[in-house]
């Protein structure tokens, strides 16, 4: 009979818990731009800041513990948005990471329109899960 009881709780007990899982940023977590929107003109070179909420900052290869509730920025610039969220983040033009954990970069593109677009990586950059990433802006460089 004890048994049964168990049996007929375990479900139960596995829909209600919601534990907060390695790399895994809560509902509230996001990142942002603190300074630059959607539609936005500007010049360059542009200072450009970095915000994060619910979540932390740490240099990429972090291997102690913060690695699970913090990540090191990323910056897709005109990313063709091809991105695999299983694999590490490819280093290229389209896509800087900021391994130190920077929160800021100056932007110097060229005239035209651009789009940019937060990503947050692990230790090994890869993308969390659920990946935290901001709203794609297309700003305007004059
Ligand atoms: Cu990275």
New binding site residues.
Partial sequence: MKSLKLFMLLPMLMLNATPLLAHSPGENARVYFKNLKDGQIIHMPYKVEFGIEGYGIVP?GTKDKRRHTAG?H?LLVDHPGNIDMDEP?DHSKNCL?F?KGETTTILDLPPGEHTLQLLL?DEN?EPTDPPLMSKKITIRVQ
């Fill in positions: 990429a090191h990323h983040l990471h391994d990586g950059h």
